[in-house]
């Protein structure tokens, strides 16, 4: 994770909370390829406004943020435990049903990505669910208060995910937002599932 863009996040916790949409229509179609109250894992979980869904849902749902003061937000509105964590933390190995990065993965510096996405597949279970959400752009920046994005154009995210496990999409699609300091983006959503396993044991696509 970039510290300027952490740093960010904790300071303006409380704002960002208070500014966080609605969740995602996408939300529904994701949990809706998942077993019923199967184990969801949270990046970025921001404000809660995704896990509050997922808990009403009655998923079991392991909730983090990388700022411990936004994860002490989320915690208080919804109710349930929310860990600061980095991505680069995660080290569980077949654990999850589904995990759900909404715009946080974003964050995560070019050459560093692959690492983080292997890490969510081998914490997946054969057949769990990603989902992911991108701005869309050919080179990475900052915006204009000073947070890092990757800025992915498509081929290169699709290269970045097949180095880093195997994978088979199940949808992606685009949509048009503005973000928290008002400039509009291009968001990428990505779901894809882990590869399975053959009764041989080898991975499949």
Known sequence: MDDATLQFYRRN??????????PS??????????????????????????AAVMLAEGF?????????EMAEVAARRINHPVEAMLFDQLDDLDVYDGVWASACL????????????GRIHRALKSG?????????????GRDSIG???NYPAADWLAATYASSGAWTQVSSDTSEVK???EAPATMLHI????????SAGAARA
């Open 13 to 22: 916790a409380e704002a960002y909370a208070g500014w966080a949409k609605a």
């Open 25 to 50: 229509a996408r939300l529904k179609g994701f949990l809706a390829l998942l077993p019923p109250g199967g184990a969801i894992l949270e990046l970025g979980c921001g404000a809660g406004n995704h």
């Open 60 to 68: 079991v749902l392991r909730a983090t943020d990388g700022s411990p």
């Open 106 to 117: 974003l964050h995560v510096p070019r050459d560093e990505l692959a690492g983080i996405i």
């Open 128 to 140: 769990g669910i990603f989902y992911a959400s991108y701005k869309i752009g050919h080179g990475d």
């Open 147 to 149: 947070r890092y994005y």
């Open 179 to 181: 973000s928290f300091d």
């Open 191 to 198: 779901v894809v599932r882990k590869g399975l396993r053959n």
